[in-house]
């Protein structure tokens, strides 16, 4: 049989190195994120301290300007930047400027503002390539400028840019080893279901979750074993009953052949004699044909083929037909024989197999009834389903054998059967073809008042 998921152990070992390696570039992306962020915290920080050890030192005074001018550009270094800026935004001091009264203004930055309104402010800026970030930090300081400290560092892109190729070989790595070690767990997952033996399956130890698997497989085997015991025991039973179903009627006219090739029959016992040979040649005609039925409706059983070929198929016509052929045969036993249609009685299906239905149930309703026996057929429909019911007001059937009459070749009363040419077949003929087309049947029966057999078909589409 072509898989079409994969090996179990490929899907497993796909599953460990997919889970590996997203845990990884997960973790990867949170730890780099992570320092990323603590390094901009921490350089704040720095800034921040920076900021009040300058502020100390700073000269004090109006007239300190030139000082305080002096004393920053003493402090300004190839990290860190030293800026000095009025209130209005104008720049006094920039260490990274020779002329700073022509930079732009510096009252729209952030760390200046919130510094002017709160006593320190703090932000952050990506560079225009986004390969370098810098950390601002501003203090208002007592006669209303403020003094700010940045320092530039590179962004977590620039970081990991330049650990592409250290990045690709460590995924190398990473990928090579997930994959040595997923096929090792697959293997050793896989090994307990490969020893798994399946004539006896709850003999070894197991995974947990898989017992109610193998206690369902443990309950197929034996249902299977008892399935294959139960059809060979039919299977040489149904052998047997036909051997024997078609030894007397070949004895027969073996016999009476034998007589007429003798000469040993008086002439005006020919007409006699032919009868008899035309009777068993007419028995063994009926149980051949019903052997094939069945044989048909066992294949079409055993491959699950319930559906193709089906049609339309009108119930009450099937009646009709079935009882314009049983006509002779009712008046022959003295019977009445009465149809009866409501609502709409078709249904998809085997025509052939639902004439046999049909016929099986009114011939032996006929069969085994009484002279001046009535046997009443009633077809009704509903939305769901249709009904086919056979009532006749014969001989009746014991409720030990109720349970039987389906069998193959099982007859309530063999002497009965033999003699009016029952074939034993047509009951169960009646049950394959219903389930054949999923229908239920239903027995109701008392001895000397008579039997009432009911099969509901399905609505199939």
């Known amino acids: 049989m072509k898989s079409r998921m994969g090996t179990l152990s490929s ?11 997203v ?19 921490k350089e ?33 270094t190839e990290e860190i930047r030293v800026t000095w800026i009025a209130a209005d935004g104008t720049v006094l001091y920039d260490s990274r400027s020779e002329n700073a009264a022509l930079m732009d203004s510096h009252a729209d930055r952030p760390e200046v503002i919130e ?8 932000s952050s800026r990506l560079s225009a390539t986004y390969s370098e970030v810098t950390y601002y930090h501003a203090l208002r300081l007592d006669d209303g400028t403020v003094l700010r400290l940045s320092s530039a560092h590179n962004t977590a892109f620039s970081v990991l840019s330049r650990l592409v190729i250290p990045g690709i070989l460590l995924f190398i790595v ?25 004539d006896d399956p709850l003999q070894d130890e197991m995974y947990f979750e898989l017992e109610p698997l193998l206690k369902r497989i443990e309950e197929q085997r034996e249902r299977i074993q008892r399935q294959t015991r139960e059809v060979e025991e039919q299977r040489r039973a149904f052998v047997s009953n036909v051997s024997h179903e078609l030894k007397t009627p070949l004895t027969v006219i073996a016999g009476y052949a034998e007589l007429l090739k003798a000469g040993s029959v008086e002439p005006q016992d020919v007409p006699e004699v032919s009868a008899l040979i035309f009777e068993e040649a007419g028995y063994m005609r009926g149980l051949v044909d019903d052997v094939l039925a069945l044989s048909q409706l066992d294949e079409y059983t055993a491959t699950g083929n319930t559906t193709t070929h089906a049609l339309r198929v009108d119930l ?101 059967s033999r003699e009016s040419g029952g074939t034993g077949l047509g009951l169960a003929i009646v049950k394959h073809g219903a389930f054949y087309h999923r229908a239920s049947i ?11 057999i009911t099969v509901r078909f399905p609505r199939l589409s």
């Open 11 to 21: 899907r497993i070992l796909r599953a460990i190195l997919l889970v590996s390696l």
């Open 23 to 41: 845990t990884a570039a997960i973790c990867s992306a949170t730890a780099i994120w992570a320092l990323y962020d603590t390094i901009g915290v």
């Open 44 to 76: 704040q920080r720095d800034l921040r301290n920076s900021l009040l050890l300058i502020e100390q030192g700073l000269p004090q005074g109006a007239s300190q300007d030139a000082n305080r001018t002096a004393y920053l550009s003493s402090l300004g």
């Open 115 to 122: 510094a002017l309104a709160k006593g320190e402010g703090s």
């Open 174 to 198: 990473v990928v090579l080893a997930a994959v040595l070690i997923s096929q090792w767990i697959a293997r050793r997952t896989i090994a307990p279901l490969n020893d798994i033996n399946l």
């Open 316 to 416: 009450a016509t099937v009646a009709g037909d079935v009882l314009a052929r049983l006509a002779p045969f009712a008046e022959q036993n003295q019977v009445l024989v009465d149809l009866v249609c409501t609502g709409d009685t078709t249904i998809y299906g085997l025509e052939r197999v639902l004439t046999g239905i049909v016929y099986n149930l009114s011939e032996n309703a006929i069969r085994y009834n009484r002279p001046d026996g009535e046997v009443r057929i009633e077809l009704s429909g509903n939305a769901d389903e249709v009904s086919l019911m056979v009532a006749d007001t014969g001989i009746g059937i014991a409720d030990e054998e109720q349970p039987r009459v389906f069998e193959r070749f099982y007859r309530v009363d063999q002497a009965h």
């Open 442 to 452: 239903t027995l109701e029966s008392r001895l000397d008042e008579g039997t009432t």
